[in-house]
């Protein structure tokens, strides 16, 4: 497995793993898919992007999105946890690019929601 060697973009699903964690905390990891949601400009001045994880579990509280039922057609199913934006290190992680979309509408929202901006 090779580390990233190219910046990533809003819209990008890539699988990463952002382990390691401390036991018994409720953030996601294991090698799973994330929504990069920072633009390339940022991206290419440094190691991090700002991603939100998905989950297969079902989530039913106001800043989770069901990808599956609302998201753009894509092979990346599940519910986006917009609560857990987060930066991850692609620079020194193993990535795979999974595939390119849009991010929703309603996702910028909860993010604005999250870091309390309009």
């Known amino acids: 497995m090779a580390l990233s060697e190219l910046p990533y973009g809003r819209g990008d699903i890539i699988l990463v793993s952002n382990d390691s964690k401390p036991k018994n905390n409720n953030e996601q990891k294991g090698l799973r898919s994330w929504l990069v949601v920072s633009r390339k400009l940022l991206n290419e001045n440094g190691p991090f992007v700002w991603a939100i994880p998905f989950t297969t579990t079902e989530r039913e509280y106001p800043l989770a999105y069901d990808w599956t039922k609302k998201g753009p057609n894509t092979k990346t199913y599940g519910t986006l946890l917009c609560d857990q934006l987060v930066t ?28 309390g901006y309009k």
Do not use: G, N, S
């Open 88 to 115: 991850l290190d692609v620079t020194h992680r193993w990535t795979k690019l999974v595939e390119q979309t849009v991010v929703p509408t309603e996702v910028d929202l909860m993010i604005q929601a999250v870091l």
